[in-house]
């Protein structure tokens, strides 16, 4: 969908369907052919509750009067589910080129989230339907009218919603298509879209080459080689490469739970246990689009996690690269012995502050559902910066504690760590104390998006993956750059 922002009126635009919002308590601001638009409000046609919705045929186009609710309420998220609302109708009603007419006097959050709604409500996983054409329907062009100019809010959020839509591709490609392999070639893909970024890719022996046992154990099941990515952001301008960002992504391609193995009933949606890694990997390609000016290094750690006679075992012990041992009791809990090597890697690579996304814990799905990522943070500030930036982009984070008693469940019995506490106690929260034991003391932020990272149900993501949380890291990186 191409996008685009104008300050030419709706009627006089190429779009043949036009999107008028009306708020409660207001009247429509330009109607057409001698108050049609308002006439339809008046005669209960058309309402001005959030998300009712009505269609009249005017001057060549359609238009689409849609209800905002209550102004004081219509913020950034209201405005991606107003856009996804008129979205699917507009599709229904075959459009070719929408055209959202901005409502007077709102920021440019709002235009963001019209844009942000829209390009994310327009996605679809065509790839595997063989008849190709399941996207047919689909709206070419997006116009944004506004009497002023709003390029730059239409261009930033064009920019964050096609990178999450890109996220959701690999996220939903499975995991025969997806592999570690794919994911290092879409990194490579990705640095090649800018002279500031630059891939590295490494394979089994050099991961374990770096003395990193935890992450060589969850790869030694798969015949599938690993990749460990890291792609590395110069936006920063310094002689040396600075990262004030580093971003970690769990990305393990497909999780069987190995010797602990997975209940066959949802297995299949474990291909979505990368979208960790597929958040951290568009969210630079975002970055470097949008130019940001500070140093960024991401670390990627992508497997299978597979049993076969190669894989690790419930009791072994291995030693992570920071020199931590590590009793693995559950094969399952796999998420986690990545990522410390991951999170290690990044602290040596130079990163200041560290934000890592990973689909950790089915118990966080309990605890939070598709509404709110897990939070967890070693650092106040930090963790306020994050559910910031979740608050501005609608990627929602809800903080969790860290506490000594959480930490001492994480002890081992003949190792320094378990992987798996026993009796389950507030699984998010240790899978976070252990993760913890990694990143040194630094600040850092862990994001558990085993709830959030697909079929959320919402308007403009509902199933699926769902991108989360590509615009929140960008948002994030936005802010270090400007605090900086
Ligand atoms: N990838 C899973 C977590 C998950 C579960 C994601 C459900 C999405 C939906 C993770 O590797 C895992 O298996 N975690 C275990 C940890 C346990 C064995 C300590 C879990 O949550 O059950
Ligand atoms: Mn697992
Ligand atoms: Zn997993």
């Known amino acids: ?146 009497h002023h100019d709003v390029a730059a809010p239409v261009e930033r959020a064009r920019v964050l919603a096609e990178a999450a839509n890109r996220a959701r591709d690999l996220q939903n490609t499975p995991s025969n298509h997806m592999t570690p392999a794919k994911l290092a070639e879409r990194a490579e893909q990705i640095a090649a879209t800018s002279d500031r970024l630059t891939a590295t890719v490494e394979g089994r022996a050099q991961i374990a080459a770096r003395g990193m ?127 410390a090597d991951c999170l290690a890697h990044a602290v040596d690579l130079g990163a200041e502050r560290i934000v890592d996304v990973a689909t950790l814990t089915g118990a966080i799905v309990v605890a939070l559902g598709t509404t709110y990522s897990g939070l967890v943070s070693n650092d106040d500030a930090w963790a306020a910066e994050v559910q910031a930036a979740g608050e501005a982009t609608g990627e929602l984070a809800w903080r969790l504690p860290l506490h000594e008693e959480y930490a001492d469940l994480v002890k081992g019995r003949y190792a320094d760590l378990t992987n798996a506490v026993e009796g389950r106690k507030a699984g998010s929260i240790t899978a976070a104390e252990f993760l913890k034991r990694f990143v040194g003391d630094r600040p850092w932020a862990h994001l558990d998006i085993a709830g959030t990272g697909n079929d959320t149900g919402k308007a403009y993501a509902p199933k699926g993956g769902s991108g989360v949380p590509v615009r929140l890291l960008v948002t994030l990186a936005e802010r270090v750059a400007a605090s900086a």
């Open 1 to 146: 969908m191409r996008v685009t922002a104008t300050t030419q009126a709706p009627r006089e635009t190429s779009a043949d369907t036009v999107v008028v919002g009306v708020f409660e308590g207001e009247d429509v601001a330009h109607d057409v052919q001698d108050g049609l638009l308002q006439g339809l409000i008046e005669s209960g046609e058309a309402r001005r509750g959030f998300r009712k919705l009505a269609v009249a045929h005017a001057e060549g186009k359609r238009w689409i009067v849609l209800g905002l609710g209550e102004r004081e309420r219509f913020d950034a998220e209201r405005a991606r589910v107003a856009a996804a609302t008129a979205h699917g109708r507009a599709r229904e009603l075959g459009t070719e080129t929408l055209c959202w007419e901005v409502p007077h006097h709102v920021g440019d959050a709002v235009v963001g989230g019209l844009v942000e709604g829209t390009v994310l409500a327009a996605y679809r996983f065509t790839r595997f339907k063989s008849d190709g054409n399941d996207d047919d329907g689909a709206i070419g062009e997006l116009l944004v009218s506004a």
């Open 213 to 339: 046992g935890a992450f060589s154990a969850v790869a030694q099941g798969s015949d599938t080689e690993p990749a460990l990515i890291v792609l590395t952001y110069r936006g920063a301008g310094g002689t040396a490469f600075a990262p004030a960002l580093g971003l970690v992504g769990k990305a393990v391609t497909f999780d069987t739970g190995g010797i602990s193995i997975k209940p066959s009933a949802k297995m299949h949606e474990m291909k979505f246990d990368m979208s960790g890694g597929a958040a951290v990997l568009e969210a630079m390609a975002a970055i470097a689009a949008l130019e940001l000016p500070l140093d960024v290094v991401a670390v990627v750690g992508a497997t299978e996690n597979m049993p076969s006679g190669h894989a690790m075992k419930p009791g072994d012990i291995v030693t992570a690269m920071n020199g931590t041992t590590i009793e693995i009791n559950n094969t399952d809990a796999e998420g986690r012995l990545v990522l």
